[in-house]
């Protein structure tokens, strides 16, 4: 029996004016809209209660598996409005294969695909107006808005052995995003951590787990110590292959023309890494994915045959990575500004999330 998703509108949604006045200044993460998707399932009758629902807390049984072994997983997709008003969502397939495939890796029920989808686009009509007009003028990147989707899963059986939740709970929330470089798109420096790790072979680093993140929030700190704005994880064997950001896939611009990537296997696959591996010719690049080990990255930064890096993520597209630390060095990427490579690919992807160049690829998702 397929799951749907029929709407119970909230009775006392935010008025309008107060709706407004976040909108002009969401930030991220911090405002949520009047709704919220929501399914169940039990091993008895599989995925059962969806809907559309007031947003609202709900109580959970001190017991319940995932306050204890982290039994979870989550999403992270937008919702884009373009011109005309109309609202799409950018390769939602992708997510949905993803949540499923993380959700093998953490032993809780696959969602089906089309009530993953179902979910996203139901949510997004009923809180249509929560979607923010973008703007194409002003300053690069300054005009990103959209309404970021959290899907996420918990074990909610209240039990405390440690195997796989008879039950879970489904929830998908919208949060209105406002640009992520407010004032153009700036670069970061990254700390090549070698006192923390984010994944090995046979872990969990190519699920999208809670605690992945609540392991990396150390890493973090340490970054900050250091004066730099996120972490570069490297492979946790030998610490001598580069794997991702905390919250990012890593790319790199080679000065013959390849566009460098780790390959698949601890880190996470992301949509935006493979949406820039896709459109990697279109800009005159050649898409490469290899293991890179860190010290052929600091000796071509050096030497000028890398000559951009950027990290590519869902939250901020393309962010330009304009150096790097880590314990006794410091290296600057081409002249320390955002490449202009790096720029052009932004640009691409928005281009199309936003409908402002053709859909070649069939990967933008009309919601209304
Ligand atoms: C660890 C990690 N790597 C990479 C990404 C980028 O993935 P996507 O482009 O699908 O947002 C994310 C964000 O979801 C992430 O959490």
């Known amino acids: 029996m397929s ?31 009047d709704h919220m998707a929501v399914a169940a399932w039990d091993t008895e009758r599989g995925w059962h209660d969806g809907g559309i629902r007031p947003l609202a807390p709900f109580t959970l049984h001190p017991g319940a598996a ?15 409005r373009h011109a005309d008003g109309s609202l799409w969502l950018f390769r939602p397939r992708d997510n949905a294969r993803r949540f499923a495939a993380s959700a093998r890796r953490l032993a809780l029920p696959e969602l089906p695909e089309d009530a993953f989808l179902r979910a996203a686009e139901e949510l997004v009509r009923a809180d249509a107006d929560w979607v923010p007009e973008a ?15 959290r899907p996420f899963l918990i074990a909610t059986e209240p039990f405390l052995g440690v195997r796989p939740s008879a039950q879970a709970l489904f929830r998908v929330l919208a949060s209105p995003a406002g ?9 970061v420096t990254l700390w090549v951590t070698e006192t923390y790790a984010r994944a090995a ?23 900050r110590e250091h004066g730099c ?15 991702e950001s905390g919250t990012m896939n890593l790319c790199l611009v080679t000065r013959d023309g390849e566009l460098l990537t780790p390959a698949l296997g601890t880190i996470l696959e992301g949509v935006t890494r493979d949406t820039v591996l896709a459109l990697a ?14 010290a052929e990255l600091r000796s071509r930064v050096a030497e000028g045959t890398v000559t951009e890096v950027f990290a590519a993520g869902t939250a901020a597209v393309l962010t330009p990575v304009t150096g790097f630390k880590g314990e006794g060095y410091a290296v600057t990427v081409g002249d320390g500004t955002p490449g202009a490579t790096t720029l052009a690919l932004r640009r691409a992807v928005l281009d199309l999330q936003y409908g402002r160049t053709e859909d ?4 933008l998702h009309r919601v209304r």
């Open 179 to 187: 640009p992520y470089f407010p004032s153009g798109v700036t670069g």
């Open 360 to 363: 070649r690829h069939g990967w």
């Open 3 to 33: 799951l749907d998703f029929p709407l119970d509108r909230a009775a006392h949604p935010l008025p309008g004016a107060e709706r407004r006045a976040i909108l002009a200044d969401p930030g991220f993460g911090r405002w949520f809209t």
């Open 229 to 243: 704005e996120q972490v570069l994880y490297l492979d946790s064997a030998g610490h001598g292959t580069i794997e």
């Open 66 to 80: 995932v306050l204890h072994y982290g039994q979870e997983i989550f999403e992270g997709l937008k919702a884009y």
């Open 201 to 223: 072979a046979g872990g969990t680093g190519a699920a999208k787990c809670g605690g992945n993140y609540a392991g990396s929030l150390a890493a973090q700190n340490e970054a």
């Open 135 to 149: 703007d194409a003028d002003g300053p690069e990147g300054s005009g990103e808005q959209s309404l970021y989707l």
């Open 281 to 294: 010719p279109e800009l005159g690049l050649r898409p490469v994915e290899r293991a890179i080990p860190l």
